[in-house]
């Protein structure tokens, strides 16, 4: 795997390394050892899939506070998303910062979004999927959510947004007392 840096401190754009041969190709995807070796939570609690039929789909932007802060490796396995993150950790050089990324099947890329940072993302493409490995359980008492519009952050979406759950958008506006991490 390699692990190229964002413009957002701690978090990581990855990509397989493919080994080829007549068959097809082999990659590693996950090895705790190699997240351990960057400085990254290797710990998996929770596998979460997310299958969303139509384009324009807006899902986040979510986290959860401690104890239950979590990391994640996020994948499209299926259609293609643009996936968000925003940090929200209290005295980071990048806080209240937002990086969108383009993750897509055929790229197999993924993005590795630590404990701290609201995570969201809009479908590209009708029947996307995306494959979450959490480094915690989820939890209804810390979760929490800012809006995916919210002009603290200003986040440009490519899409208009065509499907959204009605608690993603009453999500209230960000406070940085309510949601610092």
Known sequence: MKFL?????????IELEEHHDERGFFARAWCAHEYEVHGLRSTIAQVNVSYNATKGT?????YQVPPSAEAKVVRCTRGAIFDVIVDLRAGSPTY??????????????????PEGFAHGFQTLEDE???????????????ARGIRFDDPA??????????????????????SPEAGVI
Request: aromatic fraction near 14%; charge should be negative.
């Open 96 to 113: 209240a910062q937002w990086l969108g990324v383009m993750l897509n099947a055929a790229r197999r890329n993924m993005l590795y979004v």
């Open 128 to 142: 996307t999927e995306v494959l979450y490995l959490m480094s915690n359980f989820h939890d209804p008492e810390t």
């Open 5 to 13: 840096p964002t413009d957002l401190a701690g978090a990581f754009f």
């Open 153 to 174: 952050f200003a986040i440009e979406w490519p899409l208009p947004v065509l499907s959204i759950s009605e608690k993603d958008a009453r999500w209230d506006r960000f």
């Open 58 to 62: 807006l899902r986040g932007l979510h």
